[in-house]
């Protein structure tokens, strides 16, 4: 799975390597288990800090999307990704949110929001292929 | 309109202030034109720091949704809400992404995700009645 970074961008550089690598789980380019480089590796090939690296690795693993071992290193969470549970659910809508209030400012309607987000979700999906 | 604050929240209080004051013009609770508090009597008001509301202001200033005047105070910009231009559709693009790309992770369909996101438009635009 070929990582891009965008170091111009305002978005941090931990948070990018976060959502790129959720995109390739949920595109199915890193599937249950799926080995990752390990912090030092990805950090060195990217040519980005450690720490950077290291940040992007414990957000992954605090929502149980990886693991980490001291020995067999880096995976995707082999017993598949977290639940919808209603955290989750939560959580999504907070971040929702915002964007729909700002589409609802603006005169989109609801249909046209509800639009945007299907094409968003076929392009994360088709992306790889 | 009531503006209310969760200070116990992760979000940053300037942010929910600009989140909240959107969604007020969304739902039509503000009308282009009305005033808006001044900074001083906001943060008196809710009990905050100056400088959080004069953060608010300035996003909301700088996208268009507000105005700032010296002599007529804070208003809801009365020329209307800025368009949806292309900047704005990228921008909405990379906020929802990230957003979306967790709910595919996690196995949510695009018709799942599509009607979570409708309901919170709905949630929004209903709230004031």
Redesign the interface.
């Known amino acids: 799975m070929l990582l891009k970074l965008d170091l111009q961008s305002e978005?941090p550089i931990y948070?990018q390597l976060r959502?790129q690598i959720?995109?390739g789980?949920?595109?199915g380019d890193l599937k249950y288990g799926d080995a990752l480089p390990s912090v030092r590796n990805l950090a060195s090939d990217l040519g980005i800090n450690l720490h950077t690296v290291n940040k992007a690795y414990t957000l992954l693993k605090q929502d149980g999307?990886i693991q980490v071992h001291r020995q067999k290193g880096v995976v995707v969470n082999p017993e598949g990704?977290?639940?919808?549970d209603e955290d989750?659910?939560n959580k999504?809508?907070?971040?929702?949110?915002?964007?729909?209030?700002?589409?609802?400012?603006?005169?989109?309607s609801?249909e046209e929001?509800?639009l945007?987000?299907?094409q968003?979700?076929?392009m994360?999906?088709e992306k790889g292929r």
């Open positions: 978005i948070t959502n959720i995109e789980i949920g595109r999307y990704m977290p639940p919808i989750f659910l999504i809508k907070d971040e929702f949110r915002p964007i729909i209030a700002e589409c609802l400012c603006r005169g989109m609801k929001v509800s945007i987000v299907k968003i979700y076929t994360i999906k």
